[in-house]
Structures are given as C-alpha cells and as structure tokens.
C-alpha cells in the first residue's frame, strides 16, 4: 500500500495540466513504464471514467489502485494523488497568499503549460495508435474532435460518447475471441450507499453546519460529468454570498494552476465556508465531492470485464475508446494549447519538451523543473 501511495503522491506533486494531462501522466507511468496493465485495459478504465460522474482522472487513477492492491490500493491512489493539491490549496487559503497575481508565479506556470501541451499530444498520439485502427474508428475519432472543437459543451461531449458506443456495438467486432466470464453484477454495497446518500443528504442538512456543507459538496459532485472545470460553476452557485469573488477567483486560477484534481478548489471552498473550523470545512468538502464518483465506480469495476467481453459491449468500447481520443484531440487545442502557445518561443519549447520527452525519456519531474525554469527564464527576456 505505501508503494502505490508513494507512486501517486509522487506524481501529484507534478501532474499539472488538468485531467487530460493526468491520462497522459498516468498512461506513461504505469502503462509504459510500469506495465502494470496494457493499452486496452488502460483504454476500458478511461472510458468508464467519461460515462460515469465524477472527476475523470481521479477515477481512473482511483481505478488503477484498485487493480493493483484492491480496496485499500484504491485508497491509497487517491490520498497520494490528492494529497499534494489539497496541502497547496490549504496554505493558499491559511495564508491568504496574493501571489497568483505576481509574474514570476504567472511566468512558471506558463512554463507548466507548455508542459502540458507536450504530455497531452503525446497521450493523444499513443492512444491515437493503439485505438484507431481502422477507417471507422479513425472517421469516430475526427468525428468526436470536430464537434467538440465546433461546439465545445459537456451536452456535446456526452452525446458523442453515447452515439460512438451506439455504432461501435452495432459495426465493430472485437479484436479477440469472447472468453468466459462470470454474469456482470454490479456491487450493491456502494451502489446503495451512492443512492442513500444522494436522497437521504437533503433531508438531514439543515441539522448541522457540517451536514449542510457535505450535502452541498456531495450533490455537487453527483451531478458533474466531463471532470473539473464542469464543477467550478456548481461550486459557484453554492458559495453565493458566503465568500467574497476576489477569493472565489483567487482559489479558481488556484486550482487550475497547482497540479493534481480540480475538484481540490473545493478543498479551498470548504476552508473559507467554515471560518470556525476551517480544516475540517476543507476536509469535508474534499471528501464529499470525490465521493459520489468512487462509489459509482465501485459499483461497476469489479465486474467490468465480465460486462466488458460482451460483443456488443467490446464493439461500445471500441467506439467510446476512439471518441475518447477524439477528446484528448480537443482538449490539447481548447484549453491546453491555446492557453499555452503565445508565441513562436512557446512552439519550440514544446519541441524541446518532445525531444527530452521521447529521445531523452527525462523523467516527469526533471520535464517539470525543466519547464518550471523555461517559463522563469521567458519571463526575464
């Protein structure tokens, strides 16, 4: 457990970028380097991630702890992955830190971002070759990057996966023969705890503080498809006035800048919310909004093979896993490289990053402080 709680908290220091840069981090540490699993169960476990709510890359590194030390490795994933996040947006929020507004933080994370751009087209580009094979799954894959690109919303993103795994049950055939498997069976024990939680919550708020904002943070993450930005106006509707915009904004360009989850704005959220005991506000809100997606996901992961090897649902995966590269397509144009890539020294940099990526295999924390100084250096020319 501590080996797969020191591997996660290692890559939770330098996972910045956002989800899709985390399928990236996660695809190169335990896909290629580790081989703890292959391209296609990696591929799966993605594709569980976009049909189920919740924080996409959490679950799939949650799922990937799951699959090497069961329950308890589950745990251990995500309080290592989390935990780095979840540290800096506490101090952000203890110190009431204004250094989001200095350039020397705006110029490191620019240099972040580069990075990003690097990790993010290297995921899509090894997906890309191993899930896009022939003209139907390519034609889904440009398909999916079109709308999403033309008309960029979580509606379009989830109405493409459903119509992918719609055409690729009916006209793709699995690579390999059916094996046989167990009857899928969902896991009761957390699907009803899922269930109880989101009926029961609303009628025990109003009998604490705490109640209230477990409640809120556990709707909140219940109803969140497509990862964390999807969360922040959720987030939003919640604080209302409790907390005043500039901190609101203050903890948002946070929670995009520092690396791991997203959904660790809500870590800052929680802290401000309950001024009377702000860390377990904080540790109240994290839970709560991770939670939902973990128990769904525990309800179906255990069974997913046995669900998986079906062929009308191996032809569904297909379809969702070339959708899915069509995704990561998107996503490196809108947000990664357009928030990125200014001028013709970000294009180079990103070069740089390829070379030392791929030629060099620089490990992910030497690529960070690399970048890391790239954007300081740009930020005194």
Avoid at 132 to 146: E, F, G, P, R
Avoid at 188 to 195: A, D, E, G, T, V
Wanted: net charge positive; hydrophobic share 55%; proline share 6%.
């Amino acid at each position: 457990m501590f080996s797969i709680f020191k591997l996660f908290f290692m890559l939770g220091w330098v996972s910045f970028g956002g989800p899709a840069a985390h399928i990236g981090y996660f695809r190169q540490t335990f896909v290629e380097k580790l081989k703890w699993l292959d391209d296609h169960e990696y591929g799966q476990i993605v594709a569980l991630s976009q049909f189920l709510p919740g924080p996409g890359s959490s679950q799939v590194g949650f799922a990937l702890g799951y699959k090497r030390g069961g329950l308890a490795g589950a745990c251990a994933a995500f309080l290592g992955f989390t935990l780095p996040s979840v540290l800096i947006m506490i101090g952000l929020a203890l110190l009431a830190s204004h250094a989001t507004d200095t350039s020397t933080f705006q110029n490191v994370v620019h240099g972040l971002k580069l990075l990003a751009v690097v990790v993010v087209a290297d995921a899509a580009w090894g997906m890309y070759k191993n899930f896009c094979k022939n003209t139907l799954t390519v034609s889904l894959c440009l398909a999916t990057a079109i709308a999403l690109l033309v008309m960029p919303s979580i509606t379009m993103q989830i109405c493409v996966l459903i119509v992918a795994a719609i055409i690729g049950a009916y006209y793709l055939k699995p690579e390999t023969a059916p094996i046989t498997l167990p009857a899928f069976k969902p896991s009761y024990i957390p699907l009803i705890l899922f269930i109880a939680l989101l009926i029961g919550l609303p009628a025990l708020a109003s009998l604490s503080p705490s109640l209230t904002l477990f409640n809120d943070f556990y709707q909140a993450g219940s109803l969140v498809f497509g990862g964390g930005h999807v969360v922040l106006p959720l987030l939003q509707n919640i604080v209302g006035d409790n907390l005043s915009q500039d901190a609101f904004l203050t903890g948002y360009a946070a929670a995009q800048a520092v690396p791991g989850p997203m959904f660790t704005f809500a870590t800052y959220i929680g802290y401000e919310l309950m001024p009377f005991s702000p860390l377990i506000g904080a540790l109240i809100a994290t839970v709560a909004v991770f939670l939902p997606g973990f128990l769904l996901l525990l309800a179906v992961l255990k069974n997913w093979q046995s669900l998986a090897q079906k062929p009308r649902i191996a032809g569904a995966l297909g379809g969702v896993n070339a959708a899915v590269v069509g995704l990561l397509v998107a996503a490196l144009y809108q947000p990664v490289f357009i928030s990125a890539v200014m001028l013709p020294t970000d294009i180079a940099f990103v070069l740089v990053g390829f070379f030392l990526m791929k030629q060099l295999k620089l490990p992910i924390i030497w690529l960070v402080l690399t970048f890391m100084a790239a954007g300081f250096g740009m930020g005194l020319i």
